[in-house]
């Protein structure tokens, strides 16, 4: 299928290891954050989202952290499996319904 | 989750032609959104499409260019007129199930010639 990753930046992981993929944003008005990921010849799918009111967040396998003062979001994906392997993108919400994306991070899990 | 569907899901064109992409929602919803994602890069939003009203467009994207119908809560058209090789892109609808979640389509591949 069609890439869409192919000037992104590549995160290599090895089958069982911990990934973090991580994103800067611009906008301390944003109200909610949401992490994506795209599979090949895919649109993006929800992954997990945390609200600007919050630090942390889990999920299953994944963990969302967001520190507002230096306006980073991550992504922690525990016990990283081949099918992970995808592109993933943050998103901020902008007040109503605006999602602005980040530029977005290729995940390579090695087995 | 909502079931988003696309036609067609890739197109080969040729410059000059215009392109029309439809998206069709298993339900009801009131805002449509329509995103491109050029080769190798991230999702930019084109417009907002609410039912009964003209859409609004993001900064860099105008109506002549991008026309979009809205002509229920659960269709909508977007349009790519005039067609270069840079409308070469991935271009993708979604909806708002919720404040915090927006369910994407599958895409619609194009590529201009």
């Known amino acids: 299928g069609e890439s869409v990753g192919l000037h992104l930046p590549t995160l290599s992981v090895q089958e069982g290891d911990n990934s973090i993929i991580n994103c800067a944003y611009s906008?301390?008005?944003?109200?909610?954050f949401i992490w994506y990921k795209q599979e090949s010849g895919k649109g993006p799918q929800f992954i997990i989202d945390?609200?600007?009111?919050?630090d942390k967040r889990q999920g299953q396998r994944v963990t969302v952290l967001l520190n507002k003062t230096v306006k980073h979001l991550s992504l922690q994906i525990a016990a990283t499996q081949p099918g992970d392997s995808a592109v993933y993108f943050c998103a901020e919400r902008r007040g109503g319904n605006k999602l602005v994306f980040g530029a977005g991070t290729i995940l390579r899990v090695k087995s | 989750s909502a079931v988003i569907s696309q036609k067609p899901s890739r197109d080969i064109c040729q410059r000059g032609t215009s392109l029309t992409i439809q998206c069709q929602v298993d339900s009801q919803v009131t805002m449509m959104f329509w995103y491109r994602q050029q080769p190798g890069q991230s999702l930019t939003l084109i417009a907002t499409a609410n039912q009964g009203s003209e859409a609004t467009y993001e900064s860099g994207f105008v109506i002549d260019k991008f026309p979009i119908s809205r002509p229920n809560l659960t269709f909508s058209t977007l349009t790519v007129s005039n067609m270069s090789p840079e409308d070469s892109s991935i271009y993708l609808c979604?909806?708002?199930?919720?404040?915090?979640?927006?369910?994407f389509g599958p895409g619609t591949r194009l590529t201009v010639l």
């Open positions: 979604s909806v708002d199930r919720s404040y915090n979640e927006q369910f």
């Open positions: 906008n301390s008005a944003s109200d909610y």
């Open positions: 945390i609200r600007s009111n919050m």
